[in-house]
């Protein structure tokens, strides 16, 4: 069993102010893997003096240093990727396959999409013959992560926040915590500078709460759910401190009748990856009717063939969802769904020959309206919910008629009518046909999933004051 009870903060390793243990779980085998400190108000203090005091010659350094520093973490963490991947894999669930392939990666990515973004940035330009508008750091920075897609996150803050000059407070999940920590290796080894880059594990009504409201935290940037970000707002509405939100979602997935033939088990493999532990999730697949009970069929047997089973094991297919919590929720909203709508594959329990950890059956309901619990909540886990729809007009309609505004997909073939239903699909991000995310790209949403954005120029954007200055000479 690992022990990492130590925070980093002011560029080196400590203990916690008083003893405070608490134990990670294995959620392949629901065993105590390691065991870390939850922090108190002294180590979020100390954290964040720490961030504050590195600050003034942080944020003075210049582009080319930030940019030599960002490309120096890249290569660490290149080099240190099997070990991120045999960490995520053991604190969140990932099968380690999925976690070398997609969660180890996606930290790369993110961190190229920022050295790409930020070659060509400038931070001063001139506004008018006499007028000069700068770009300055925002100040001190509180991360706070989930445990779904870890180094997605982390690097997502992380990154945009060294850009920009900012320093910085991490917070990541305390149930799946090793990936940061490692993270933290990782910066300590490429260089960055003491104090820059602080590491203190705790609980949302803990740390986190305590970093949301402290007056010297310049800019929260959380990403969970909308529930905490909801909370964390209101914690750091007193200092107006600025807060940015990647919270919760129910992506729609449109299939009209002209989409591919790969196009429904390509949004159900799509819903059930990662446990169905992502907010960008096509959790909501809408069918137009004429290929309605096709699809139905089709997504129960992509369901059905889907393999589960330990993280350790090679291979694809699904890991357990991540603790005993989410378990249990996931299993309550299988139920209301059973009493809701028809159930074409998966249900309650753990899949066959599976009686230890938190395995959930890949779940797919069919005749579900929009009006229903599964079709409104984010569940969180391996299920999926099918809609049927008569027109255009009706799929916008449905897939708009939810609370949330991250994603939604597009199936069809017709060009014009992607780009007409996508203008007017209420959501920070709309895929079509399959076609991921560009580099750099900005992630975030609209109503209840958020307020910020993520990744490349947008993220960078987010960590940044703009000072206009007058009788400034034209260069």
């Given at each position: ?15 916690p ?18 065991v870390?400190?939850?922090?108190d108000?002294a ?62 990666t ?55 926040a ?16 090793l ?52 909370a ?105 769904g ?40 984010e ?9 049927p ?51 750099g ?35």
């Open positions: 069993m690992l022990e990492k009870r130590d925070f980093y903060i002011g560029g080196q390793w400590v203990a102010a008083k003893a405070n243990d608490f134990e990670v779980i294995d959620p392949s085998t629901e065993e105590t893997c390691a870390i400190s939850l922090g108000t180590d979020t203090d100390a954290a964040v003096a720490a961030a504050r005091k590195a600050f003034d010659s942080f944020s003075r350094t210049s582009k080319e240093e930030r940019l030599a520093l960002l490309e120096k973490i890249l290569d660490v963490y290149n080099a240190r990727a099997e070990d991120m991947a045999k960490a995520i894999s053991l604190e969140m669930g990932a099968p380690i396959d999925m976690a070398r392939q997609q969660q180890v996606a930290g790369s990515w993110h961190l190229e999409g920022f050295i790409e973004a930020f070659r060509d940035f400038e931070f001063e330009s001139d506004y008018t013959a006499t007028e000069r508008s700068i770009r300055e750091p925002i100040g001190v920075c509180a991360l706070i992560t989930p445990w779904n897609w870890p180094m997605n996150q982390v690097v997502l803050k992380t990154g945009a060294l850009a920009a000059g900012c320093t910085m407070v991490l917070k990541p999940s305390e149930i799946a915590p990936s940061s920590m490692l993270y933290a290796e990782i910066l300590d080894e490429a260089g960055v500078p003491a104090g820059v880059f602080n590491l203190v594990n705790g609980d949302g009504a803990g740390v986190g709460s305590q970093l949301s409201s402290h007056p010297d935290v310049d800019m929260v940037s959380f990403t969970g759910s909308t529930r905490a970000g909801i964390i707002s209101k914690a750091a509405a007193d200092s107006l401190k600025r807060v940015s939100l990647e919270l919760g979602g129910k992506g729609a997935n449109i299939i009209f009748e002209d989409a591919d033939e790969k196009a429904v088990k390509r949004g159900a493999l799509s819903c059930f990856n990662n446990s169905g532990q992502s907010c960008n999730a096509p959790t909501r697949m809408l069918v137009q009717r004429a290929r309605y009970d096709a699809a139905v069929e089709e997504a129960a047997a992509t369901a059905e063939k889907m393999a589960v089973g330990p993280a350790s094991e090679e291979g694809r297919h699904i890991g357990p969802v991540v603790s005993q919590t989410q378990y249990d929720k996931i299993q309550a909203l299988i139920e209301t059973m009493g809701e709508a028809r159930l074409v594959a998966g249900g309650l329990g753990r899949p066959d020959g599976l009686n230890r950890g938190y395995y959930v059956k890949p779940t797919v309901f069919a005749d579900v309206s929009n009006d229903m619990t599964i079709a409104q909540e569940i969180f886990g391996p299920v999926l919910s099918i809609i729809f008569d027109s255009e007009e009706d799929a916008i309609a449905i897939a708009n008629d939810t609370p949330y505004g991250l994603t939604n997909y597009i199936q069809s073939q017709d060009e014009d009518k992607r780009r007409r239903v996508a203008r007017r699909l209420r959501s920070g991000m709309v895929q079509t046909n399959g076609q991921g995310l560009a580099k790209s900005p992630f975030g949403g609209y109503k209840q999933s958020g307020n910020g954005r993520e990744g490349g120029l947008y993220g960078l954007e987010e960590f940044l004051e703009v000072k206009a200055v007058t009788g400034w000479a034209a260069e």
